[in-house]
């Protein structure tokens, strides 16, 4: 399969496009990074104990800060660079599982809807309808609430990103639901969907094992674009206070924190996440980009 | 001269009475005024009152009204429209009731004169009464707003008829709202405004840029580490001082057990003084001072600041920055290991309140105590601690009487809602000598004993750790250079003491 | 077509019952509303006449079957916070909202379309990919900090722009706008560039995918065998086609407009419903975010069907058959 | 006119250069008809493009030249190459359903057309277009030319693509498989309007087709094209009547001839080499499950009305009777053909007896057992796997994501005829070598094949299934000919060893006559005939059989009418 992949026309495009290089390549140091954070910096930002407010804004190297602290510390004395590399991990944690659970909530139901048509579908999009009524922040909102009535204080906290993570993904399931259904009203007609419903194949099999692997294209740059959506809409979330606590450092978080720097001087607990912010959303879009003309290859 | 000034929030009404809240308190001020009003200094002096005292042989006070003051409609104010506002303020369905908790009566004795009897001596009542604002009977009757609107709208909500220095405009909630000065005013003029218009702004970084780009004159607040930026360019400068309101922790002393712990299940080790003394040994005043606050607060060792009538000065020392001590203060309580909890804050109620949560967490972990911090905004906040959802909480205290008695009746005393008593004291501190010095130290009129009384108490709850004090909040304004203002220890900004030059 | 749009309105009644019971249940969950609405010393026990009072005590579904009928009845109720009628609240406030969505459209439509279609053309162009590049890092950057970068590099440092609000308005009839003055569009050009560069790159990413599918399609080709010339080719032959899609998303991003249009008007004080919302969530102004979100489910509804129709309009295959 | 000499075209890719056309000349005088054939990727559209200008990218002319009358064509900047666009030489695409811009009216893509390369005004512009549109038979065109695309019939849409390409009066039109997409009778209108303007206007036209019927009926010249080379080139006649190189000479003896049966096609490479082992045991395989001849086919009665889209608010549409009391007899182990033109409800058929769509009335037998109708026939009813379909698309018919393994063994899974993963790896590969593939075939994709390579796929998987009744839906109307004939050819084989009952649907009466024992006329949705083959084709009864003979190309060559000049 790997050697499958290695082998196709997509790779091959791929090594003769420069800007998907360098989106990968960035991609990659980014995930890498915040993949391998717990490792690659010394000190935790969530170990309270492991940083002083004593070290508090110091400035970058450049600007003749501390050696021990290369692109600075921020209000709390925490190292931008564990602060980033930990914020890129819960961002993408929170943005891949959004983006998870999305897909497979609006692709199955997408499917479902187009697969079986009818009354079914006109309810599920209807229902799309109605979230899509819903901004993201009453959705947050909503999750949020329900999980506080409905969870014991003492895991609530724990629970926060889950709760994002949930808000996030349902507002962003209408793109996979709408786009699925779209092309499997393509697709249903084909002849190897009717060759295989005609045999007498489970629709549950027709719908997974026929269907879906020839629509995955148009979804997986819905996946991409919408995982570089959810992690913004994660920052604008936080802005908003509906998202994470301050302690909880996602990239969004910081660059919510960050903002009560933008004038006072401490310019970077700003700059540092928003710059890494920018690079990992344009690199993914890049990619996006990129998957989507390797799937189309009439635009190539 | 035109005047623009803006602020976080808009207030919500303009009936006084409609609600007790900074915001609508501050802002009508300038429109409505009461019996009683706080100068620049926030002692007390004579409004719609020219003198007051005592009644004698009957517990009360007896308010003698000034004369020829007329309301910005030109009716005449009189004794009638006292008695009517007290009514309207005292009402279920006024916010302002509380201040008239003590009062059996009111009566009218000749068309200047009136008495509030209380139910036992209260020497402090004049005081507590300084934002009770006086309507006019008539105005009030005949726009249908003989109480204050509750679940619906009334007149009152939107128009404003006061004996103050400026009369309402025009208004457009939320947006714009214009005073002019009244003409007809009784007192000395000393301000220049020929118009002044307000204009909420909620994003303080909004704010900061209406304020330099010219387009407002004065802005209150600004973020604090903005201060030194705003200071540094020409043409501004920064209002520093200090607000009457204590930040603290407290703890939930009535729990048996914590809620947010994951080792320490079966207990509550808050409820040793010592674990208590621990974490106040465990905080760093100093290092939140310069990192987080920048220099400008002032630690705090009693529930009032420094310059509050009844602050001890006996008692003034708070427990040093030591972890040491605080780890073996630990250890002596059984907890060498030390635990974990919870602690809660909000993130949009008082300056800076999530760093210094962040700030104090990291400090609590440095000697053993695990703090699992929740912050959140302040709008389900008390509704959590009301419900006891913490083992310890940040809570901001400003008393609204400017005098310690304040704090004690709602911080220190046990609960009691029959009595309206530590309706705020979440984790229900409980100390029998407190709650036995409280009705006395209401009715001493002596100062001296009082203070003694009052010394006693701060002595019990230093000892006792029931809460722990941290700082006084500090108030940042920012103007423009060529105005001149006042900046009032309670927050409020009152436009009369305005000059643009 | 009647009947077409009669459907529509039945299940868009469906559509905004709905939001309006989602929305309810929320309420319940955003805080305690009658702790915002009373100060300090108020006590516990006038706390909870006030919350009787109000109702609050009453169960969820008695509460909803009262905001849903004294709605279908044309009452609207009281704020908590202000305590006026929510109707006029809001009424006040569309018009902010929907002069700032409209043109923050209108931009991304007017710049968006015209560079999809440039950058299709020349894909591999220095400038298409600088334009694609500098967009995509616009989007990049989430939106209150470009807000307040917009507010402090044209308003403070430049003095080009005012900082916040709609400057000069004019009332007409029950609509203040700000289309009327000089004043009120340098007030209105900041906050509609914030909102609308998502909807720009958004159009004009769309508007490139879908110019370079049509340009490979067929009727391109044969049109171009015919030698028609190539400003009615791109314009007239395949940008016409990339439509559909293109006014699919617009439509659907409508509610994107709206939720970011909340971020935005905080971000740059823009007295809408946006603004308003975030206020009443504050507050926990029960009444106002009710009737907010069935506003907005409205809008959204409309915004849908009108769609809808313009998918007639553009394309005749959908249209109702006649002999011709 | 125009001339090409050692056209030659690469499309640089991923694994080097390629070169679709090598050294490839041929000319045009006016009015002059000159075909082009050759099997599916053999250049023949790459031609068509490189004289238009308007390669596909990556590709590129290495080399060669392209003259039109006096001028270069590759010497012509962009612009002037778009210049002579439409005025000079145009061309009509393959496709009429997806050529003209369905957003505009007929009129404005005439009118545009005609203005944008003369100077004149626009209701001269409208009329020529109206003038012409009579010229090429759309009645009452003057009203008809406000209509959209979608509102004109596949026939009518193909004349409009002529239209446009004639209005501008060019010299050369390129014409691409013209006549592919439409039936017989529209077929041969549009030829003959081709025909027409080539007389009467002077206009040359490459017409590019694999037809070779189409070729011999109407064409001047004719070329050969195979591999991007071209193997032979004359005269018509000459080309046709004596072929010199034995591809053409291959290809001529795979055309099926619409006069006589032939018990197999002659094609052009010796395709079936299953002598092997391995399709042996299929074949045992196959006989095992198949002990008697296959089950017979009765249907009876059947009705099914489709609902349009509603288009008033009071009325209800009125349904379109796709087909009307259909009755007719499949013989066990024959094959029955079913023709009609386009619409006439072939597969409308198929799919009701395939289960796939609920008829308004009408039962059906299987055998001897009732035939369930589609909403009655459980998932797991045993004529799910006795009938087996074939269809016409061999590109969407194979799912591209599932190895050729994996989609052969589905059926053998899915019926639990064979439990053993092991077995039916094997299975497979036998059934694979009895279609005639290489055994390496299962473990590719089916992207990874030509057309008539998964045409056989599909037939695999189809037997897989040990079917008793197999209907094959128009199974080579996307192949050409040679490919088209090694098809037949496996199926006439299969049929013959497993005595399988066959329903045949094309539109092609010569295909149509090399297979079947009966044949069965539908039009409209109504049976107009059922007779055995030999009687139908040699003695029709209905008027609409035998115009539908008549319209059939034949290899009869065209009598040269006008001298070349
Ligand atoms: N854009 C392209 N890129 C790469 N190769 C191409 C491209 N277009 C055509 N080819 C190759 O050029 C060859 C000739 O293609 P062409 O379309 O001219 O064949 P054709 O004779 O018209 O076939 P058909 O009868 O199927 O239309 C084929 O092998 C094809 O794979
Ligand atoms: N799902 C459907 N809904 C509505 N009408 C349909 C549907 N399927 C087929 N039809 C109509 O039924 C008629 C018969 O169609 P059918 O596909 O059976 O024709 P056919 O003989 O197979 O034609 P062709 O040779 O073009 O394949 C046509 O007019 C077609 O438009
Ligand atoms: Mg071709
Ligand atoms: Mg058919």
Redo the contacts between chains.
């Keep these: 399969m790997l050697g499958r992949i290695w082998r196709s026309d997509g790779m091959w495009l791929f090594w003769r496009s420069p800007a998907a290089v360098l989106a990968a390549i960035v991609a990659i140091v980014i995930i890498g990074g915040a993949l391998l954070s717990p490792w690659i910096v010394a000190t935790s930002p969530y170990d309270l104990a492991s940083f002083s407010l004593m070290d508090g804004l110091l400035p970058p190297l450049w600007q003749g800060g501390d050696p021990r602290f290369p692109l600075g510390t921020d209000d709390q004395g925490r190292d931008m660079i564990a602060a980033i590399l930990f914020g890129a991990r819960l961002s993408l944690t929170i943005g891949l599982m959004a983006m998870a659970i999305a897909s497979v909530l609006g692709i199955g139901l997408g499917l479902a809807a187009g697969y079986f048509g009818g009354r079914f579908d006109a309810i599920v999009m209807r229902i799309a309808d109605v979230q899509l009524a819903l901004p993201a922040i009453l959705t947050a909102l909503l999750i949020d609430g329900i999980s506080r009535g409905l969870l014991p204080p003492d895991v609530q906290q724990s629970f926060r990103v889950a709760v994002l993570t949930l808000a996030i993904a349902l507002s962003l399931w209408v793109n996979f639901a709408r786009t699925a259904r779209a092309s499997v009203f393509v697709e249903r007609n084909k002849d190897y969907v009717q060759a295989a419903i005609m045999m007498g194949q489970h629709p549950l099999r027709v719908m997974t094992y026929h269907i879906l692997p020839n629509i995955l294209g148009p979804l997986l740059v819905i996946m991409t674009v919408d995982l570089a959506s959810a992690i913004l809409l994660e920052a604008t979330l936080s802005f908003l206070g509906i998202g994470l606590p301050a302690d909880s450092p996602s990239l969004g978080t910081l660059i919510r924190i960050g903002m009560q720097f933008l004038l006072s001087g401490e310019w970077w607990i700003l700059w540092v996440p928003t710059l890494f912010l920018v690079a990992l959303v344009v690199s993914i879009n890049i990619l996006g980009d990129f998957l989507r003309d390797v799937f189309n290859p009439k635009v190539r | 001269e035109t005047f623009r000034w803006a602020s976080t929030t808009d207030a919500q009404t303009m009936d006084p009475h409609a609600v007790n809240s900074t915001p609508v308190l501050s802002f009508l001020n300038n429109i409505y005024e009461g019996l009683v009003r706080r100068g620049r200094d926030m002692t007390i002096e004579p409004s719609l009152a020219v003198s007051w005292e005592p009644l004698f042989g009957e517990n009360g006070w007896r308010f003698n009204l000034r004369e020829g003051v007329t309301f910005q409609d030109g009716s005449a104010f009189n004794a009638q429209d006292v008695l009517f506002s007290y009514q309207r303020a005292s009402d279920e369905a006024a916010d302002t009731r509380s201040w008239f908790a003590p009062v059996t009566e009111v009566r009218i004795v000749d068309d200047y004169t009136i008495d509030f009897i209380t139910e036992a001596p209260n020497p402090l009542f004049p005081d507590s009464i300084a934002n009770f604002m006086i309507l006019d009977q008539d105005w009030a009757e005949s726009n249908d707003a003989s109480l204050p609107a509750r679940d619906a709208e009334n007149f009152a909500t939107m128009n404003a008829n006061g004996t103050g220095a400026f009369a309402l405009a025009s208004r457009d909630p939320g947006v714009e709202t214009r005073l002019t000065p009244n003409a007809t005013w009784w007192g000395d003029v000393e301000h220049n405004v020929t118009e002044a218009i307000f204009t909420p702004i909620g994003n303080s970084s909004t704010g900061l840029a209406a304020l330099l780009s010219g387009e407002i004159d004065f802005i209150q607040p600004i973020p604090l580490q903005d201060a030194e930026q705003v200071e540094g360019r020409d043409g501004f400068k920064v209002l520093e001082g200090e607000e009457t309101r204590v930040i603290m922790f407290g703890f939930g002393h009535e729990h048996d057990a914590l809620l947010y712990s994951s080792d320490v299940t079966d207990a509550n080790p808050f409820q040793d003084s010592k674990v208590r003394l621990a974490a106040a040994h465990a905080i760093d005043m100093d290092a939140i001072d310069r990192v987080i606050f920048r220099g400008k607060i002032e630690a705090a060792n009693q529930l009032v600041p420094e310059g509050i009538s009844g602050y001890s000065n006996a008692h003034t020392n708070r427990p040093e920055y030591n972890p040491e001590r605080a780890k073996e203060l630990l250890a002596e309580a059984g907890y060498p290991d030390g635990f974990s909890f919870g602690l809660k804050c909000t993130n949009d109620r008082y300056i800076n309140d999530e760093a210094l949560c962040r700030a104090a967490a990291s400090m609590f972990a440095a000697v053993g105590l695990n703090a699992e911090l929740s912050t959140g905004p302040v709008r389900d906040y008390w509704t959590q601690l009301r419900e006891d959802d913490f083992d310890m909480f940040l809570l901001g205290w400003s008393p609204g009487t400017f005098d310690a008695e304040h704090p004690i009746r709602f911080l220190l005393n046990s609960q009691d809602d029959e009595k309206k008593l530590g309706s705020w004291n979440f984790g229900n501190y409980s100390n029998a000598r407190v709650d036995e010095l409280l009705p006395l130290i209401q009715e001493e009129i002596d100062p001296t004993t009082r203070q003694t009384m009052i010394d006693e108490i701060v002595e019990i709850t230093q000892n006792e750790v029931a809460y722990i004090p941290l700082y006084t909040q500090p108030l940042i304004w920012a103007s423009k250079d060529n105005i001149d203002l006042t900046q009032r220890a309670d927050n409020f900004f009152i436009l009369r003491w305005v000059t643009v030059n | 077509m009647?009947?077409f749009i009669f459907k529509r309105l039945i299940?868009s009644v469906?559509?905004m019952i709905?939001?309006a019971f989602?929305?309810f249940?929320?309420f319940?969950?955003?805080?305690?509303p009658v702790?915002?609405?009373?100060?300090?010393?108020?006590?516990?026990?006038?706390q909870d006449?006030?919350r009787e009072?109000?109702g609050l005590n009453d169960p969820i579904v008695a509460q909803f079957y009262r905001f849903t009928s004294d709605l279908l009845h044309g009452e609207f109720g009281?704020s908590?916070?202000?305590?006026?009628?929510v109707a006029s609240?809001i009424a006040?406030r569309i018009p902010a909202t929907l002069e700032l969505g409209v043109v923050a459209l209108l931009i991304s439509l007017l710049v968006g379309i015209p560079a999809g279609v440039f950058t299709a053309l020349r894909p591999k162009g220095l400038t298409s990919?600088t334009i694609l590049?500098t967009t995509?890092?616009g989007?990049?950057?989430?939106?209150?900090?470009i807000g307040?970068l917009l507010?402090?590099l044209f308003?403070?440092q430049l003095?080009w722009l005012?900082?916040?609000?709609r400057g000069g308005t004019v009332q007409i009839g029950g609509w203040t706008s700000s289309l009327f003055t000089l004043d009120g569009w340098r007030s209105l050009l900041l906050p509609a560039l914030t909102l609308g560069i998502y909807q720009l790159t958004l159009t004009m990413?769309l508007v490139r995918?879908e110019m370079?599918?049509v340009m490979?399609?067929?009727?391109i080709?044969?049109?171009?065998?015919?030698?028609?010339?190539?400003r009615?080719l791109y314009f007239?032959?395949a940008l016409?086609?990339t439509m559909i899609p293109v006014i699919t998303i617009i439509g659907?991003q409508f509610?994107g407009v709206?939720?970011?249009s909340?971020?935005t008007e905080?971000?740059?004080?823009w007295?809408g419903m946006g603004?308003?919302f975030?206020?009443s969530?504050?507050?926990?102004d029960i009444p106002v975010m009710g009737v907010y979100?069935v506003v907005?489910?409205f809008f959204?509804?409309l915004v849908?069907l009108l769609v809808d129709l313009l998918y007639f309009a553009?394309?005749?295959?959908l249209r109702?058959?006649e002999d011709? | 006119m125009l001339e090409v000499s050692g056209l030659t075209v690469e499309f640089p890719g991923r694994h080097g250069v390629f070169t679709a056309i090598e050294d490839v000349s041929l000319t045009i005088a006016p009015g002059e008809i000159h075909g082009l054939v050759g099997e599916s990727g053999a250049g023949k559209s790459t031609i068509g493009a490189a004289i238009i200008g308007l390669l596909q990218p990556p590709g590129r002319i290495a080399a060669g030249t392209l003259t039109l009358d006096q001028t270069d064509l590759r010497g012509l900047s962009p612009n002037e190459a778009h210049n002579v666009r439409g005025k000079r030489i145009s061309m009509i695409f393959q496709d009429p359903q997806t050529s003209l811009n369905p957003l505009m009216t007929i009129e404005d893509q005439l009118i545009e057309t005609i203005l944008a390369h003369e100077r004149i005004d626009a209701s001269e512009a409208r009329q020529r277009a109206i003038d012409l549109l009579e010229e090429i038979g759309i009645e009452n065109a003057a009203q008809r030319i406000r209509a959209y695309p979608h509102q004109f019939s596949g026939g009518m849409r193909q004349r409009v693509v002529i239209a446009l390409a004639l209005c501008t009066n060019p010299e050369l039109i390129i014409a691409d498989e013209p006549t592919t997409a439409l039936d017989v009778a529209v077929q041969s209108q549009v030829l003959e309007l081709i025909r027409r303007t080539a007389d009467t206007r002077g206009i040359g036209f490459l017409l590019i087709t694999h037809d070779i019927g189409v070729i011999a009926q109407i064409t001047d010249q004719v070329t050969v094209l195979r591999g991007g080379k071209v193997v032979e080139t004359g005269p018509t006649e000459q080309v046709l009547g004596a072929p010199q190189h034995e591809y053409t000479q291959a290809l001529m003896a795979a055309v099926p001839p619409l006069d006589h049966k032939m018990q197999r096609f002659l094609v052009p490479e010796s395709t079936l080499p299953s002598t092997a082992q391995a399709s042996e045991d299929a074949s045992e395989w196959l006989r095992q499950g198949a002990q008697t001849l296959g089950e017979g086919l009765d249907v009876t009665d059947i009705t099914v009305r489709f609902f349009g889209t509603r288009t008033s608010l009071f009325k209800k549409p009125a349904p379109l009777v796709a087909l009307d009391n259909v009755s007719f007899l499949v013989k066990p182990g024959s094959v029955t053909g079913l023709v009609g033109e386009s619409g006439s409800g072939k597969s409308t058929l198929a799919r009701v007896i395939s289960g796939m769509i609920q008829p308004a009335t009408g039962h059906m037998r299987l055998g001897d057992e009732a035939l369930p109708l589609a909403r009655d026939r459980g998932r797991k009813d045993p004529s799910r796997r006795l009938i087996q379909m074939v269809f016409q698309d061999p590109y969407s018919s194979l799912n591209g994501r599932h190895r050729i393994g994996a989609i052969l063994s589905e059926p053998l899974s899915l019926y639990g005829l064979e439990p053993d993963a092991q077995r039916r790896r094997a299975l497979c590969a036998a059934m694979i070598s009895l279609v005639g593939l290489p055994a390496d075939t299962i473990d590719r994709y089916p992207h990874q094949f030509s057309g008539g390579q998964r045409q056989r796929i599909a037939v695999a998987r189809s037997l897989l299934a040990r079917p008793r009744v197999l209907i094959c839906d128009e199974p080579t109307s996307a192949l050409d000919v040679s490919i088209q004939a090694q098809i037949l050819n496996l199926l006439k084989d299969l049929q013959d060893r497993f005595g399988l009952t066959i329903l045949f649907i094309s539109h092609n009466l010569a295909v149509v006559r090399q297979m079947a024992d009966d044949v069965v006329v539908l039009k409209g949705g109504q049976v107009i005939e059922a007779s055995p083959s030999e009687q139908f084709f040699e003695n029709p009864q209905s008027d609409y059989s035998k115009s539908l003979l008549s319209l059939t190309p034949s290899m009869s060559l065209r009598k040269p009418s006008h001298s070349v000049g």
Excluded: W
């Design positions: 009647a009947l299940q469906f559509v709905a939001v989602l929305a249940s929320l319940r969950f955003v805080g305690d702790s915002q609405m009373t100060g300090v010393e108020t006590s516990v026990a006038d006449r006030l009072e109000l009281y908590y916070r202000t305590r006026q009628p609240m006040t990919q590049l995509l890092v989007v990049s950057i989430p939106t209150f900090v307040i507010i402090f308003g403070v003095g005012p900082t916040f609000g990413r995918a370079m599918e490979q399609s067929d009727y080709r044969f049109a171009t065998a015919r030698g028609i010339p190539y009615s007239r032959h016409a086609n659907l509610g709206i939720a970011f909340i971020v905080s971000v740059f004080q007295p603004l308003l975030l206020e969530i504050r507050f926990v979100l907005i489910a959204f509804v849908n553009i394309d005749p295959r109702v058959k011709v």
